[in-house]
């Protein structure tokens, strides 16, 4: 779905300013051979085209235009089909005629001369997901949908027959649209649970340090180091092979060891690198410039967020901002969770959480 937003601000219907408690969706067609949303929406916001007739349903006329609907799906000057949200979804819409405008968000599908199948499958899927976003939003199920003619049915709507007059022409009905938009209801709450998991990073980072050793610490030589301290002989390289637990730093009388002015530890027992068995030691003085700590790691636990932050900007929709930022617009509904929306409105300047 390409979901865009042009409220009808200038709408008789918009300025009656009254909210419902949404219960279900009334599915309606134009009744007029002209698939583009300039006819409806408007002024021009560089993608729907000119209306040049300028008798778009936000025109202000005295009063205002007494009809209006919370979105049409049609065409955009280049051809694509998007729909656009006119109303808010839970204003009273003047669509149905009847008792359905209390309790229906109503959409119109804007006719063309109603034998062009792939305009006709390309508006078909639009409006389902459309319903499937609301279901979504208002935890509707795709039972509470119904077409105008339905809606006469059951004496909530005018005597009109849109959409029956048209759907059976391309192989479709009301049935198969519930059914359509039930299925995708059901597909989407199983990968849904995708979703926002903080990512946890654990670095392992072995501590170095040369100033200071305790008793037992466990040593093991660099392999730079060449002499044991600047007073003694040359380092072997089997010596380097192994561990070694340190016995002490100091002398009886507590001062630091110092060899050829380098601070030194008294070296004992050795363990073998391999096997971690412990062997005889070396019983020798080494500067602690020469060893490295080991066995001990210190953990670092990087908690990175779970989510980046996104700017509202005028006229988004959740619906554009899960397509732009997670690849689908039906994923608008982690967006929802993750900011603890009650309901699909936003505003400029915003800050959204969005999950990674
Ligand atoms: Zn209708």
């Not at 949908?145 to 005018?158: D, L, M, P, R, W």
């Not at 900007?313 to 509904?333: F, M, P, Q, V």
């Amino acid at each position: 779905m390409e979901l865009k937003k042009q409220i009808l601000t200038n709408n008789a219907c918009y300025k009656a300013n009254q909210k419902i408690k949404v219960k279900g969706i009334m599915v309606h067609s134009t009744g007029a051979n002209n698939p583009w949303l300039k006819r409806y929406v408007g002024p021009d916001d560089g993608y729907l085209g000119v209306n040049t007739y300028g008798n778009h349903w936000n025109t202000y006329t005295p009063g205002g235009r007494q009809i209006c609907c919370h979105a049409f799906i049609g065409k955009l000057k280049d051809g694509s089909i998007a729909t656009y949200q006119t109303l808010p979804w839970d204003h009273r819409g003047w669509h149905a005629g009847g008792a359905a405008n209390n309790t229906h968000i109503g959409f119109e599908i804007c006719e063309d001369g109603l034998t062009d199948k792939t305009y006709f499958n390309k508006v078909y899927k639009e409006a389902v997901e459309l319903c499937v976003y609301l279901c979504k939003l208002y935890g509707l199920t795709a039972d509470n949908i119904i077409c105008h003619s339905e809606g006469y049915k059951k004496g909530i709507a005018t005597n009109h027959g849109d959409v029956m007059h048209w759907f059976p022409k391309h192989g479709k009905s009301m049935d198969t649209f519930r059914a359509e938009v039930k299925k995708a209801l059901e597909g989407n709450s199983k990968t849904e649970t995708t979703t926002t998991k903080p990512t946890t990073t654990t670095t392992t980072t072995t501590t170095s340090k040369t100033t200071t050793f305790k008793e037992k610490d466990k040593v093991e030589f660099k392999a730079s180091a060449t002499k044991y301290n600047p007073s003694s002989s040359t380092i072997p390289d089997w010596v380097k092979e192994d561990y070694y637990h340190v016995v002490t730093q100091t002398k009886s009388n507590g001062k630091a060891v110092k060899k050829g002015g380098k601070t030194c530890v008294l070296l004992g027992e050795k363990v073998n690198k391999k096997t971690g068995k412990t062997e005889d030691g070396i019983n020798t003085w080494v500067a602690i410039e020469n060893l490295t700590l080991v066995g001990k790691t210190t953990t670092t636990t990087t908690t990175t967020p779970a989510y980046t932050t996104y700017t509202v900007k005028e006229n988004d929709t959740l619906w554009d901002i899960a397509k732009a930022k997670l690849g689908s617009g039906l994923r608008y509904t982690e967006i929802v969770k993750l900011n603890n929306l009650k309901n699909d409105t936003i505003y400029e300047g915003q800050k959204l959480k969005i999950p990674n």
